[in-house]
């Protein structure tokens, strides 16, 4: 902010004003001119000479010896203890950068190369078309997510000085030891627990492509969460949650391929979701889970039984999330039986099928709150007999 005032009385068209009142401003220590003075060039883009062609106008600073480096003897009058060679070693700095920016603007705009990153490419790319090499940077980058899920109110209570509930055990406590004077009001309020996650991940051959760098992605969510039930299934289900605890992410992968033995087989999605519903819903859909599950919709299995299965996963769960890793094309539509008969009782469609889709996942559940979505479902009532009394 001193900086931004001092520009007010300098002219700022003249570049030694304004590089002299932000090296007053900014530097608090002598050791970071030289990083200065590197910096203001390459952020300008331009060299150090001023109007009179030397590099500085003459500043005592010019002379200042600097603190040797590390492997430096501290002996004579090399680039390295002055300001003056400092400047030449930055003019050099300039110059290549210079040289890298016409090289550069021969295909375009020179700007392009300092925006390029790596990353910012493997964001964007889908996982099936990923090689080995990147699916090993993406799993670094995966494992740098963080996963965080909305917090839901729970029925115990904790100490508050602005709570909206008395605590009068407390305050009973509190006057017997002063007395009874002054009378102080303990007070609580409702204490919030992260929520419950469960993911059930489709390992069948339609979702061959993906289920490598997925089964990763859930070894990353598992880890970085507190409570997290993980599931696969392909014509069954499978759980997997303790194959994915206190092991590498390798180890974790072979663990896992070596017990599902429907890996890459066919797709019963909802006889797996009937499985889960009447084996492991009431042991794991607790306190307003949250439920993902992570398909292309591609089923062989009887449509009506998905639907119905659907239905009954919905209202046991607090959100229901369908992650398919098409929806990240343009052109796909849900035509699927399988999706279409999934879709009226899904409460957020997600693509999944990049970096950037989990990184928006990830945003997306640290944002859930205490209130249900409106269910999209309309149950159809069973049409009552003529001449009875509920016709």
């Not at 084996?279 to 089923?299: F, K, M, T, Y």
Request: proline share 5%; glycine share 8%.
């Amino acid at each position: 902010m001193d900086f931004v005032r001092a520009i007010e009385h300098i002219d700022i068209g003249s570049r030694t004003e304004l590089r002299e009142a932000a090296r007053a401003c900014l530097i608090t220590h002598k050791d970071d001119i030289p990083v200065f003075e590197q910096l203001f060039d390459a952020f300008w883009r331009a060299k150090p000479e001023y109007a009179d062609g030397s590099l500085q106008s003459g500043q005592p600073e010019d002379t200042i010896r600097l603190a040797p480096e590390d492997g430096d003897e501290g002996e004579g009058d090399g680039d390295g203890q002055t300001l003056e060679g400092i400047q030449g070693r930055r003019l050099g700095l300039v110059e290549s950068l210079e040289e890298s920016e016409g090289e550069a603007s021969e295909e375009g705009d020179g700007s392009e190369v300092f925006s390029y990153s790596a990353a910012e490419v493997l964001r964007q790319k889908d996982f099936a078309d990923l090689t080995e090499e990147e699916l090993l940077q993406t799993r670094h980058l995966m494992e740098q997510l963080t996963w965080q899920i909305g917090q839901r109110r729970s029925r115990r209570k904790v100490a508050s000085p602005k709570g909206r509930f008395i605590d009068p055990r407390r305050t009973l406590r509190r006057s017997l030891q002063t007395g009874g004077v002054p009378l102080t009001i303990a007070r609580r309020q409702t204490k919030t627990k992260p929520r419950q996650l469960v993911v059930i991940c489709d390992v069948s051959g339609s979702m061959d492509r993906y289920s490598r760098i997925l089964l990763q992605f859930i070894y990353a969510v598992e880890n970085g969460m507190a409570k997290v039930e993980t599931f696969v299934f392909g014509t069954r289900l499978t759980r997997i949650t303790r194959l994915l605890k206190h092991r590498s992410i390798d180890e974790a992968m072979e663990r896992v391929a070596r017990e599902v033995q429907d890996w890459s087989g066919g797709t019963r999605i909802g006889q797996s979701l009937q499985t889960f519903n009447t084996q492991w819903a009431r042991r794991v859909l607790r306190n307003g889970a949250v439920v993902l599950i992570i398909s292309d919709g591609w089923d062989r299995g009887d449509p009506e039984l998905l639907a119905r299965e659907m239905a009954r996963l919905q209202r046991s769960s607090y959100r229901l999330i369908w992650l398919n890793p098409l929806l990240g094309s343009p052109r796909y539509e849900p035509l699927t039986r399988g999706m279409q008969a999934a879709l009226p009782y899904i409460d957020d469609f997600m693509p999944v099928h990049n970096l950037a889709s989990l990184e928006a996942l990830a945003q997306h559940l640290s944002k859930i709150d205490d209130y249900r979505p409106v269910r999209r479902q309309h149950p159809i009532l069973p049409t009552p007999a003529p001449g009875s009394r509920a016709a």
